[in-house]
């Protein structure tokens, strides 16, 4: 099976361990963005999976080349040119104090990119699945019309198409993601939300709810994913359940609704290490279930698990196995050594 995944990567500084920027005077340099840790775990999984966004031709563009191809992501399609890879600052947040995102983005190659970079027909050749985030298309007007350029050639073509909402408020207003993400969203097979997004773009709110005080009312979701299935006609819509004990604790579970049924996931404590890339990795998990045709709560179980195991690893990729995943998804969290 192979899947295409198109986005923007970014180069990543953070100061080391739970420094605060205003005491680092180093910065680690890492690289991930949402297609491209969802690319990385699914070849983690076994899966053919291509990464697909432009990229200065200098050497810091490469890098984030290489970050990708050391896990066997296909890079081959990668448009090259433009001055400069978008970066972000990340401060991690530790007990009752938040992390902190800064963003560094404008300008970058992918958001200067236009229509003539993608050959959507060749990128789709023998691919099974489409995977983007609204992130992408918030990059600017211009990026927004090369995917639905990608959609359209995905839907010639029978391409299965998952969209995680990923709403961002430092890129557009709620405005503006509601008209360009529900023209996009008429190509989606497949929508991974959270109660914020499905409201901050399509106004759907979940009642009852509050992650901040650990109130989840499983109605409220149930409500949510029909009314968002019933508008596009998505095949599956999974919501992702966080409740945010602090920036170290949170509770942890999701929910698929498929053909007019909610399947719920067991829900871990977990304890977080990095929780940037916790989103993708869930994204990963339910596109690997679909494309190994997993019943529907198999599916949940796998990638809620997948997306648990992603919050204890450093960067945003989710360096796990298949076999890692299935014994957490089936009851062992003990966290025991290995030998």
Not at 39 to 66: R, W
Not at 211 to 230: F, M, P, Q, R, W
């Amino acid at each position: 099976m192979r899947v295409v995944t198109f986005g923007e990567i970014m180069l990543r500084l953070a100061p080391h361990g739970y420094d605060r920027f205003v005491q680092s005077e180093s910065f680690l340099a890492t690289y991930g963005g949402g297609e491209a840790n969802v690319a990385v775990s699914l070849c983690n999984y076994g899966l053919d999976a291509a990464f697909v966004t432009k990229l200065p031709g200098h050497e810091i563009g490469q890098c984030a080349v290489n970050s990708l191809r050391k896990y066997g992501v296909d890079t081959g399609l990668i448009a090259r040119g433009g001055e400069r890879v978008g970066i972000y600052y990340l401060e991690k947040g530790a007990s009752q104090r938040a992390s902190k995102v800064i963003y560094d983005r404008a300008g970058s190659s992918i958001a200067a990119a236009g229509a003539e970079d993608f050959d959507w027909g060749k990128i789709f050749e023998n691919a099974d699945w489409f995977h983007f985030t609204g992130i992408t298309p918030a990059l600017g007007d211009n990026v927004a019309a090369i995917c639905m350029d990608a959609l359209k050639e995905a839907k010639r073509r029978n391409v299965k198409v998952s969209c995680d909402l990923n709403y961002r408020n430092k890129l557009w207003s709620k405005a503006k993601a509601g008209e360009v993400m529900a023209g996009l969203c008429e190509y989606v097979n497949v929508c991974i939300s959270n109660e914020e997004d499905a409201h901050d773009v399509f106004g759907i709110q979940a009642d009852g709810v509050d992650v901040t005080k650990g109130e989840v009312n499983h109605d409220s979701y149930i409500d949510v994913a029909k009314k968002l299935t019933d508008r596009f006609g998505f095949e599956k819509t999974a919501i992702t359940l966080r409740t945010s004990l602090s920036a170290n604790d949170n509770n942890w579970a999701a929910m698929l609704y498929e053909n007019g049924k909610a399947y719920f996931s067991k829900s871990y404590n977990m304890h977080i290490v990095d929780r940037v890339g916790g989103g993708d990795s869930f994204g990963a998990g339910l596109i690997y279930s679909a494309l190994s045709g997993y019943e529907p709560q198999k599916a949940i179980e796998f990638a809620v698990a997948a997306s648990c195991l992603k919050h204890s690893i450093e960067g945003d990729f989710n360096l796990v196995s298949v076999d890692e995943v299935n014994k957490l998804a089936q009851g062992d969290a003990s966290g025991r050594v290995q030998r």
